[in-house]
């Protein structure tokens, strides 16, 4: 989704937990520093994603919270970040307001006919859509699939901790780019 249609749900009132603070890459060494700054500047051109290059004492100056040792960072302003539970909450919420029928169950296989999926099989019982989101996650691809369609996803592993803001904490969320880390 688009910038602009989480800021129409915050005027809407929705708590997603919605912030646009931008995306810190922050780096170690200078060989990967340059290979990022190559990088970004790459998507720069092809895809007009802004990219703000940090040396040390402009990172530092951003985010005092840091540890030394650090060479310099990439600051995407572009990036925003939310809730993903808050966001799954609200849209529930939404679609029970506006009546439409949800179904508690897990998606094990889709069906076409001709260019239109004709049924989702679950494990609730089957459905005949008039319209089907896929949003499965990486299990999308293998739903995607059963249809015919090729999704270019793949897993990845990752974990998750979630710890109450402190002031001594950094202000953007940041990825430490040698560790392939996110914080």
Do not use: N
């Amino acid at each position: 989704l688009s910038h602009d249609a989480f800021r129409s749900f915050h005027r809407d009132g929705w708590t997603l937990g919605y912030e646009e603070r931008g995306l810190l890459d922050v780096f170690r060494t200078e060989a990967a520093f340059d290979a990022g700054v190559a990088s970004a500047q790459s998507l720069q051109d092809a895809h007009g994603l802004r990219t703000d290059v940090l040396d040390s004492p402009a990172l530092y100056a951003r985010e005092p919270a840091l540890v030394s040792g650090l060479v310099g960072a990439l600051h995407h302003p572009q990036d925003a970040h939310l809730d993903p539970g808050a966001y799954v909450d609200a849209l529930c919420r939404a679609v029970d307001e506006a009546g439409v029928e949800r179904l508690s169950g897990t998606v094990t296989g889709l069906e076409k006919s001709g260019r239109r999926i004709s049924r989702v099989i679950t494990t609730a019982g089957d459905v005949a859509p008039t319209q089907v989101v896929l949003a499965a996650g990486i299990w999308s691809k293998a739903l995607a699939h059963c249809v015919g369609v090729g999704l270019p996803l793949e897993a990845g592993k990752g974990y998750s901790i979630t710890v109450p803001r402190t002031a001594s904490m950094p202000m953007h969320p940041l990825r430490l780019a040698e560790a392939k880390v996110a914080y």
